[in-house]
């Protein structure tokens, strides 16, 4: 994903009134960037947090979207009332949105591939086939559009974030990280 | 599936043998398999020289009809393993030691098939897990029983691999790999929307097709599977696997099982067909 935002020239960015963030940054980087851009429309990307908690805190906060695990340029993104104008940044930046009328800790696309990659590692660490085997499986057996570890590549760690915040929001041991991925997203 | 099998063989100019206890029912299959032939010619994807050969190659015969020297067997009859083992019994007395023995079960373990049958034969015994429809689906799981002869499973797959199959190699393990990695692809999305709500079933559906590239959206796979089909193999993956979290089933696909809402099937799952 690096590779696909430099191509895409995504960061931090202002435009007309609106401020938009759409980087992994920490916790502290997300609060950070909205209380400097209070008096701005922010649009900002959350696959790794629980948007509603953001709304909720952040009145600023008009729009959410999810880009970090794309595995093309398309993004779930959700707006009450500033939908039309988000996704007219985003397309600036060469994201196609989807809407998203439900607001999901890790979004719809993000949740399922993190607990799909997730799955993958733990099957790879028990010896159960090698990771091009599972990657090909997956495609030619049940037509997913890429292999679990081809999706994540060096994006491990924001499988492994998306991952930690189901588990600390929902407390179910089904969101533990294998321990080979974990280990793989702290090499990044 | 053994239908599906044996067809896919024959158009790799291979011969093939239907076997099932209802004769009737193996003519039934050959009948379709060469009308779809037909379908191909007229369509022009295959020459009518192509289908008639591949007619001459794909027949129906009883198993004591069988030649003794077979190369490859492939059982794909029902999903119970007592009814398994006592074909796989039966199987052993009638060929040569040197056929190779293969189950295309998606939830027995492969070591356990290989006990009903001599030791010698569980040398020559391994899982080829192929998927629906398969002529069209590409992969093939390809299991090592714990008594798998050392080389035998990377013949085949490498067998596979030079007939425009996509094979995988993997441990006997439950739900192999696709059975198992995929219960999260549903697993999640019953967690997204955590009750019935068809509206909410349908935006999960359109954002894994529309953001996520997948072909369908997991409610609408599961009605075309059968709800009931899904709940069983995580049910039994779930079971297998010392009952993990991960694959704990979510209490609404039992719900939709309880109340006899398979999906398409049933014209009710998450979706209405009615």
Not at chain 1, 7 to 30: C, E, F, P, R
Not at chain 1, 98 to 122: D, Q
Not at chain 1, 139 to 149: L, M, R, S
Not at chain 2, 44 to 72: F, H, W, Y
């Amino acid at each position: 994903m690096a590779a696909l935002a430099k191509k895409l020239n995504v960061g931090s960015i202002h435009m007309n009134n609106w401020a938009i963030d759409l980087t992994n940054g920490s916790y502290q980087d997300k609060v950070h960037f909205l209380e400097k851009n209070s008096d701005k429309m922010v649009l900002m990307d959350l696959t790794c947090f629980d948007p509603t908690a953001f709304y909720r805190r952040f009145p600023q906060l008009k729009a959410v979207c999810s880009t970090l695990l794309s595995h093309n340029t398309r993004c779930e993104l959700h707006s009450e009332n500033h939908f039309t104008e988000a996704a007219q940044l985003l397309s600036e930046k060469g994201f196609v949105s989807v809407r998203a009328s439900f607001l999901n800790p890790g979004f719809v696309v993000p949740r399922t591939i993190a607990t799909i990659v997730n799955e993958a590692f733990f099957t790879l660490d028990q010896q159960v086939a090698n990771a091009d085997d599972i990657d090909r499986a997956m495609i030619f057996g049940v037509n997913y559009p890429k292999g679990p570890f081809a999706w994540a590549r060096g994006r491990e760690k924001i499988v492994v974030q998306v991952l930690d915040l189901l588990y600390q929001l929902k407390n179910d041991e089904r969101y533990i990280v294998s321990s080979m991925l974990r280990k793989q997203a702290s090499l990044i | 599936m053994g239908a599906g099998i044996a067809q896919w063989f024959a158009q790799q100019m291979i011969p093939a043998v239907l076997c099932d206890n209802n004769s009737e029912q193996t003519k039934k299959a050959i009948t379709q398999i060469h009308s779809s032939w037909d379908k191909l010619v007229e369509k022009e994807k295959l020459t009518s020289c192509q289908v008639n050969q591949m007619k001459q190659l794909l027949e129906a015969r009883e198993i004591t009809a069988l030649p003794k020297d077979t190369t490859l067997v492939i059982e794909a009859i029902i999903e119970n393993l007592d009814i398994k083992k006592t074909l796989f019994a039966k199987l052993d007395k009638h060929f040569s030691i040197e056929t190779i023995f293969a189950s295309n079960t998606s939830s027995f373990p492969i070591t356990q098939l290989a006990s009903s049958v001599s030791s010698n034969r569980q040398k020559r015994f391994l899982g080829l897990h192929f998927f629906n429809p398969a002529t069209l689906m590409k992969l093939v799981e390809v299991i090592k029983g714990q008594a798998t002869q050392a080389g035998l499973a990377e013949e085949l797959y490498a067998w596979f691999a030079e007939h425009k199959k996509e094979p995988a190699l993997c441990a006997d393990t439950p739900g192999f790999i696709v059975n198992r990695v995929a219960r999260s692809f549903y697993g999640e999305a019953l967690r997204i929307v955590e009750n019935e709500n068809e509206v909410y079933c349908k935006e999960v559906d359109m954002l894994m097709r529309e953001v996520g590239g997948f072909k369908m959206g997991p409610f609408e796979l599961m009605d075309l599977i059968g709800v009931d089909i899904n709940y069983a193999v995580t049910s039994s993956v779930w079971e297998a696997l010392g009952k993990n979290a991960r694959f704990t089933p979510h209490p609404l696909q039992k719900k939709m099982v309880d109340l006899g809402r398979f999906g398409k099937k049933t014209k009710r799952g998450f979706y209405s067909y009615e």
